[in-house]
């Protein structure tokens, strides 16, 4: 499975960004997921949802600002970003956990800029 992470970019403090994470060569099951890793910091989780059942989690620094959602018809995961402040710039990860493996994207670049 490769998982294909877009939608990063430029944008001011306090706008919206949406992240997708599309799978090709297979499809989504288990868990899928956000990570972001800004420059000289490690990788941090930000958000899951249980591809099956729904369920979602989200990092602290994140609730009630950014919402992940599946489209299983279109095999993809999105990562709305509102609320955008500077210490969310980093590169983020899309990541399918399943079978007891783990499949990164090649991550999107995220800049908020104040």
């Known amino acids: 499975v490769q998982l294909q992470a877009s939608g990063g970019g430029l944008v001011q403090v306090g706008g919206s960004l949406r992240l997708s994470c599309a799978a090709s060569?297979?499809?989504?099951?288990?868990?899928v997921g956000w990570f972001r890793q800004a420059p000289g910091k490690d990788r941090e989780f930000v958000s899951n949802?249980?591809?099956?059942?729904?369920?979602?989690y989200y990092a602290d620094s994140v609730k009630g600002r950014f919402t992940i959602s599946g489209d299983k018809a279109k095999n993809t995961v999105y990562l709305q970003m509102n609320n955008l402040k500077p210490e969310d710039t980093a590169v983020y990860y899309c990541?399918?956990?399943?079978?007891?493996?783990?499949?990164w994207g090649q991550g999107t670049q995220v800049t908020v800029s104040s």
């Open positions: 990541i399918l956990t399943t079978r007891g493996r783990n499949y």
């Open positions: 060569g297979g499809t989504f099951s288990g868990t």
């Open positions: 949802i249980s591809w099956g059942g729904g369920s979602t």
